[in-house]
């Protein structure tokens, strides 16, 4: 099996963090795997090291199921659990199906994709796991509602008890950004353009991040830090020292 491809898994990667973490990873990996319930990026449709995956995190056997055939193909050695969803609302009107969503996606399917994944690694002997969380898990949220802190904390716990559990062979870390501008911040009611001058301005760095700057973060996560498990970097331009 010397020659077989070597893959990296990256969930919700049709947007932002996600498909710049791709990018970042592909000169790391042979193949690509792209989970999301999005299409994909056009520009990949020709690549042959990018392969997209019509997968809902949540879903526990189309995860099963796709982790089985990208392993026909190809050796998992790393899984970047990334998708995600917030959601401005308050907690008088937070009702429990809107949690259950948030958790589900944000928490649930970081497990179920771990899950799936990790007894390949196991049986090579080697992998990495990279957990998207948020600064919101660390301290809460301005914005967003507390089902979404919550989620964003509870990847904090599923972080440490897999490296706990997984090592040696498999390094488990998360990533807590802050403010990174994709979709997910510009394209919702999250933040006014005038709420995030703000915010950015008051931050040691004095800017919103970049999604490219996260995925250095990940890229360093899953290759370069052999020794390095069971931790947290934030990567939020200093925001937690506000
Ligand atoms: P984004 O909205 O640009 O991308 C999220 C991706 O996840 C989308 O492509 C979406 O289709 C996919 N997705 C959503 N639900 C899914 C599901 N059930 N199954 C599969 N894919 C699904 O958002 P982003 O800002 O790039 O967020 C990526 C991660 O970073 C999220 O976990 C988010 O919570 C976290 N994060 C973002 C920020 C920020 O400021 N943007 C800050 C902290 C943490």
Aim: hydrophobic share 45%; with cysteine.
């Amino acid at each position: 099996m010397a020659d077989q491809q070597r893959a990296a898994v990256v969930t919700g990667a049709a947007s932002g963090i996600g498909r710049a973490v791709v990018e970042r990873l592909r000169d790391k990996y042979d193949y690509l795997a792209c989970l999301d319930v999005a299409d994909l990026d056009d520009e990949w449709q020709d690549a042959d090291d990018v392969h997209g995956f019509a997968v809902d995190v949540r879903d526990p056997d189309a995860v099963s199921e796709t982790i089985e055939a990208i392993e026909s193909v190809a050796a998992v050695e790393a899984v970047v659990n990334n998708a995600g969803i917030s959601q401005a609302v308050a907690l008088s009107d937070l009702g429990p199906d809107e949690w259950d969503r948030v958790l589900d996606v944000n928490l649930k399917g970081q497990y179920l994709v771990a899950r799936a994944a990790a007894p390949g690694m196991l049986e090579r002997g080697r992998g990495a796991i990279v957990n998207v969380s948020s600064v919101a898990g660390l301290r809460g949220s301005a914005t967003g509602g507390v089902h979404y802190s919550s989620s964003k904390a509870g990847v904090f716990g599923l972080t440490k008890g897999l490296a706990k559990q997984l090592g040696p062979a498999i390094r488990v870390n998360a990533v807590a950004p802050g403010l990174i501008e994709t979709p997910l911040l510009t394209d919702s009611d999250l933040w006014t353009e005038a709420g995030l001058a703000d915010y950015a301005a008051q931050l040691p760095l004095e800017r919103i991040g970049t999604p490219d700057e996260v995925a250095d973060a990940v890229a360093f996560l899953c290759t370069d830090a052999s020794y390095v498990t069971g931790t947290v970097l934030t990567v939020d331009g200093g925001s937690m020292l506000r």
